[in-house]
């Protein structure tokens, strides 16, 4: 079984639609959780970082984090064609150092 | 700020050549870098970790022969593929983390260095 579970999609929406992105994960000892948005041909850009349960909002995005039910979820509102990239979710522990990340889903924004 | 950029953004090279691809933190200190590798569609693969003064650690499976890593500053690490071979053309990224932020920070990723051996 992997650390982390998310389904690599691909996922197509239409403009405007909310898209809900999930990551699941076995090791209970992970407390630090990251989103991270990635275009074609670049490296990973950041969008959310949260820690513990809990929802956090910025803009568009809203990440929530079920610690008791070990999953994740990034929800993005209003979507774009611009939003359209690979949506890789990350997790760390406590003291912990390396990253783990999700195998990432791939999102389609249809105009 | 936490900007990482890495250099080049796309080589292509002969097979048998080396090719060295440098990543710098331009805002921060980064005791520590970070290597991966990644393949198309696929997530990232953590290749090795780059320690500023010290040797570098390599993933199982990573060949440290192959893939040299020198870290010479907090601000700059060096991925050199020697002996390149067309099975080693891929996307490599780098990422470090704010020195003085705690092991939990985040990490920032370069925008990747496509490699391409004939």
């Known amino acids: 079984q992997k650390e982390v579970e998310q389904d690599p999609g691909p996922l197509s929406v239409p403009e405007g639609a909310i898209v809900s992105l999930n990551c699941t994960y076995s090791?209970?000892?992970?407390?630090?959780f990251m989103w991270y948005r990635q275009y074609s041909r670049k490296g990973p850009e950041l969008l959310m970082y949260?820690?513990?349960?809990g929802n956090k909002e910025d803009g568009r995005f809203t990440a929530q984090v079920d610690k008791s039910s070990k999953y994740i979820s990034l929800f993005i509102r209003d979507s774009q064609p611009s939003d359209s990239a690979t949506y890789l979710c990350?997790?760390?522990?406590?003291?912990?150092?390396?990253?783990?990340f999700g195998a990432g889903t791939r999102l389609f924004v249809k105009a | 700020g936490a900007v990482v950029s890495q250099h080049p953004s796309r080589v292509i090279c002969k097979s048998g050549t080396s090719v060295k691809i440098e990543c710098r933190s331009l805002?921060?200190?980064?005791?520590?870098m970070f290597w991966y590798r990644q393949f198309p569609k696929k997530s990232l693969m953590l290749m090795a970790t780059?320690?500023?003064?010290?040797?570098?650690?390599?993933e199982q499976g990573v060949e440290k022969d192959k893939f040299l890593i020198n870290h010479a500053s907090l601000t700059l690490s060096t991925l050199t593929v020697t002996s390149a071979h067309p099975e080693d053309s891929s996307f490599y990224i780098c990422?470090?983390?704010?020195?003085?932020?705690?092991?939990?920070?985040?990490?920032?990723f370069g925008n990747g260095t496509r490699l391409t051996v004939t």
């Open positions: 990422s470090a983390r704010v020195t003085e932020s705690s092991y939990n920070s985040p990490l920032h």
């Open positions: 090791n209970s000892a992970f407390q630090y």
């Open positions: 949260t820690y513990s349960s």
């Open positions: 990350a997790m760390s522990r406590t003291g912990g150092f390396k990253t783990i």
């Open positions: 805002d921060f200190q980064a005791t520590t």
């Open positions: 780059s320690n500023e003064g010290s040797k570098a650690t390599y």
